[in-house]
């Protein structure tokens, strides 16, 4: 399927390795895509509802890039069958790798 066209202006591109989601400016997840070569995946990035650029706002003290790793983000999940979200915090190992190098999350594009 590849990377569509993105209006930067409206969204961001949240990558993890099979995959990215298209969130609108509130964190809102609008699409979802896997990414080409991937048939199955399993876990729980296809449920994620929204993601919390608030918080990321927060520890990193500025706006966020039109691209975002997942594990910069924290996020809602809800699995099939459940009616209550989930909220995931950030992956703080995964924050302290790229913390003062912020030219690493900023150009960060998935491999």
């Known amino acids: 399927m590849g990377i569509p066209e993105v209006s930067y202006d409206d969204e961001r591109v949240v990558y993890n390795r099979n995959g990215h989601l298209l969130v609108d400016p509130q964190g809102q997840v609008r ?14 990035f296809r449920h994620i509802t929204r993601v919390d650029l608030d918080e990321w706002r927060k520890h990193w003290k500025e706006e966020p890039p039109d691209a975002l790793a997942i594990l910069d983000l924290a996020y809602w999940f809800r699995n099939p069958g459940e009616e209550k979200e989930t909220y995931q915090p950030a992956d703080q190992n995964w924050r302290a790798e790229v913390d003062g190098r912020t030219s690493y999350w900023k150009n960060w594009k998935p491999t």
Do not use: R
Request: without cysteine; aromatic residues 22%.
């Open 31 to 44: 699409s979802f895509y896997l990414d080409d070569g991937v048939e199955d995946f399993t876990g729980h």
